[in-house]
């Protein structure tokens, strides 16, 4: 009895972890790229999988950063330059170390503040495995099958997975919109700024030169009654 039950509880732990497990495999990072610099992250595969990379700029510049991904041979399997998002799916054939790199050295005086994400599709490989585990255990204790509870928690994970990707873009694509606008807010102070300043210099400027007019047409005619 008692390792029965430890088999349904061990069966619950699993059934919560399967739906909770791709959240947690996902990297999600949000980072400040300086100008005239390159950061790189790794991700490490012990077997041919697909890797899924999803960037976008937040802020600085023209809002672009040039991306790459170097394979452990040290080949550059995917690479483009100054965008500002995008998504690449690549097929890590290879097992080894996989170098993603965000590249702002074209940048001479802009910041970049960057939130990127990467998954992997070893992640459900890992859940298939667990739930054959699971099911062999507990068709020893039940004389229904699990399919269906697997069908029903899959629907719910990837539910749930997609619904916390797409708050995540469009959390990401509302910091991005608001630093925007805070950026034109400031560059439309700083020159209504200059304007006035210089309307202001220029109207002290012709004051002071019918003034200085004014002050010759006296001086002449003071000079001329002495005479």
């Given at each position: 009895m008692e390792v029965s039950c430890l088999k349904i509880i061990r069966f619950c732990v699993v059934l919560i972890s399967l739906c909770i497990y791709e959240v947690v495999g996902e990297v999600d990072l949000t980072v400040d790229i300086e100008?005239?610099?390159t950061e790189c992250f790794y991700e490490i595969t012990t077997k041919e999988t697909t890797i899924e990379v999803e960037y976008?700029?937040?802020?600085g510049g023209d809002l672009d950063i040039s991306f790459y991904v170097?394979?452990?041979?040290?080949?550059?399997?995917?690479?483009?330059m100054k965008k500002s998002e995008a998504t690449h799916k690549l097929d890590a054939k290879v097992p080894g170390e996989y170098k993603i790199c965000f590249d702002n050295s074209f940048s001479r005086f802009s910041n970049k503040i960057l939130f990127?994400?990467?998954?992997?599709?070893?992640?459900?490989?890992k859940q298939t495995g667990e739930w054959d585990d699971v099911i062999d255990e507990m068709e020893e204790l039940m004389d229904v099958t699990l399919e269906y509870f697997k069908d029903s928690v899959d629907v719910v994970r990837n539910n749930l997975d997609r619904t916390m990707q797409m708050q995540t873009i469009?959390?990401?694509h509302e910091a991005r919109d608001r630093n925007i606008v805070e950026n034109n807010f400031e560059r439309v102070n700083v020159w209504s700024c200059i304007q006035l300043f210089i309307m202001i210099s220029?109207?002290?400027?012709?004051?002071?030169?019918?003034?200085n007019l004014f002050d010759d047409k006296n001086k002449v005619g003071k000079t001329k009654v002495r005479t």
């Amino acid at each position: 009895m008692e390792v029965s039950c430890l088999k349904i509880i061990r069966f619950c732990v699993v059934l919560i972890s399967l739906c909770i497990y791709e959240v947690v495999g996902e990297v999600d990072l949000t980072v400040d790229i300086e100008p005239g610099k390159t950061e790189c992250f790794y991700e490490i595969t012990t077997k041919e999988t697909t890797i899924e990379v999803e960037y976008q700029v937040l802020d600085g510049g023209d809002l672009d950063i040039s991306f790459y991904v170097q394979g452990p041979k040290g080949t550059i399997i995917a690479a483009e330059m100054k965008k500002s998002e995008a998504t690449h799916k690549l097929d890590a054939k290879v097992p080894g170390e996989y170098k993603i790199c965000f590249d702002n050295s074209f940048s001479r005086f802009s910041n970049k503040i960057l939130f990127f994400e990467i998954s992997t599709g070893e992640n459900e490989e890992k859940q298939t495995g667990e739930w054959d585990d699971v099911i062999d255990e507990m068709e020893e204790l039940m004389d229904v099958t699990l399919e269906y509870f697997k069908d029903s928690v899959d629907v719910v994970r990837n539910n749930l997975d997609r619904t916390m990707q797409m708050q995540t873009i469009m959390r990401m694509h509302e910091a991005r919109d608001r630093n925007i606008v805070e950026n034109n807010f400031e560059r439309v102070n700083v020159w209504s700024c200059i304007q006035l300043f210089i309307m202001i210099s220029v109207g002290l400027a012709q004051v002071l030169m019918i003034r200085n007019l004014f002050d010759d047409k006296n001086k002449v005619g003071k000079t001329k009654v002495r005479t």
